[in-house]
């Protein structure tokens, strides 16, 4: 019987102790938090992302696939890089979860670009918040 007090006591010890060190966590999730809410909509709308579509169509025209200049043109180099570093701000003017369905939909309004044309665009487009070094470091798209 003694021993059978002394377990019951250890069991309620360690309840005890197990429930102080347990917490809870609760995460407020809003619609504006899931999937492409209209403050995204609102974001895309307002930052147009002229500096990205500018970059992105001279690097298409001027770069091949492995991003690397085709051409001594230091004008159009230094355009570029200038072209980069504001799209790099226009992304970072905008919420994080906002940032690559607006390149895509930039990618995919700008002069009605369809098949492999967009898809290239597309991929130009995926790896820009990473030249950027800002979050999401990829766009899946």
């Known amino acids: 019987m003694g021993k059978i007090s002394l377990v ?6 360690l309840l005890a102790f197990a429930n102080a060190n347990t917490f809870s966590v ?53 355009q570029a890089k200038e072209h980069l570093q504001q799209c790099c701000q226009e992304l970072r003017n905008m919420d994080t ?17 369809q098949g492999e044309e967009a898809q290239r665009m597309l991929g130009k487009a995926r790896y820009i918040p990473r030249m950027c070094n ?3 470091t990829q766009c899946s798209f």
């Open 134 to 136: 800002i979050q999401p």
């Open 26 to 78: 609760t995460v407020a999730v809003t619609e504006d938090d899931i999937d492409n809410p209209q403050s995204c909509q609102e974001q895309i709308q307002s930052q147009k992302l002229n500096h990205c579509r500018m970059y992105i169509s001279r690097s298409h025209q001027h770069f091949n696939d492995e991003l690397s200049m085709v051409t001594d043109d230091d004008h159009e180099i230094n």
């Open 8 to 13: 019951a006591v250890l069991l309620l010890c």
């Open 97 to 113: 979860q906002c940032r690559c369905p607006a390149l895509k939909k930039m990618v995919m309004q700008d002069c009605g670009r």
